[in-house]
């Protein structure tokens, strides 16, 4: 373990590759003393993953399905504030909470997932976010479309509106 550690300082400075349309990853298992897992993108980042003690992992960072979830939350998020943007929308915030069931028999797949998005901005209309948010679903965000085959798929969303409250001419 402590030697994969020792040489994330090498995979910190590699450079991104463009690899057009196909993703590339290597994992490291970081070595007999436990279940510590490092993964190099091929855009040049890292991420570590282990497993629970009764796993034999010694919990030292988030295990893959967590990530898989936290990639899907950070994808569709991703989307919604880019609609947003590019829709010029005040929008200041974007936060998602995601809350998962998997299948109680291996390979223990994600059976549902509730998407819960708090957006934050400047007179953000429900109807905007919302469509905000159905079009990364619907069309845009690859992770949630792939674990639409084996989930139900299901979001709600609260709208924080930062707008001056109008003065009170009492």
């Given at each position: 373990?402590?030697?994969?550690?020792?040489?994330?300082?090498?995979?910190?400075?590699?450079?991104?590759?463009?690899?057009?349309?196909?993703?590339?990853?290597?994992i490291?298992?970081?070595?007999?003393?436990?279940m510590?897992?490092?993964?190099?993108?091929?855009?040049?980042?890292?991420?570590?993953?282990?497993?629970?003690?009764?796993?034999?992992?010694?919990?030292?960072?988030?295990?893959?399905?967590?990530?898989?979830?936290?990639?899907?939350?950070?994808?569709?998020?991703?989307?919604?504030?880019?609609?947003?943007?590019?829709?010029?929308?005040?929008?200041?915030?974007?936060?998602?909470?995601?809350?998962?069931?998997?299948?109680?028999?291996?390979?223990?797949?994600?059976?549902?997932?509730?998407?819960?998005?708090?957006?934050?901005?400047?007179?953000?209309?429900?109807?905007?976010?919302?469509?905000?948010?159905?079009?990364?679903?619907?069309?845009?965000?690859?992770?949630?479309?792939?674990?639409?085959?084996?989930?139900?798929?299901?979001?709600?969303?609260?709208?924080?509106?930062?707008?001056?409250?109008a003065?009170?001419?009492?």
């Amino acid at each position: 373990m402590i030697g994969i550690l020792n040489d994330l300082r090498f995979i910190i400075l590699a450079l991104p590759k463009d690899s057009g349309s196909g993703m590339e990853c290597t994992i490291n298992w970081g070595g007999p003393q436990g279940m510590l897992f490092v993964a190099q993108t091929g855009s040049g980042h890292i991420a570590a993953m282990d497993g629970a003690p009764e796993g034999g992992g010694n919990n030292l960072a988030p295990r893959p399905m967590e990530l898989l979830l936290a990639g899907t939350g950070g994808c569709t998020a991703y989307d919604v504030v880019l609609i947003l943007k590019r829709g010029r929308h005040a929008v200041t915030g974007c936060s998602v909470k995601l809350q998962a069931e998997r299948a109680d028999t291996d390979p223990k797949v994600f059976t549902s997932i509730h998407f819960t998005f708090t957006v934050t901005g400047k007179n953000l209309s429900r109807t905007v976010v919302e469509r905000a948010i159905a079009l990364s679903h619907d069309k845009y965000c690859s992770a949630s479309a792939m674990l639409a085959h084996t989930a139900k798929i299901t979001w709600s969303a609260d709208i924080i509106d930062e707008a001056p409250a109008a003065a009170d001419n009492a």
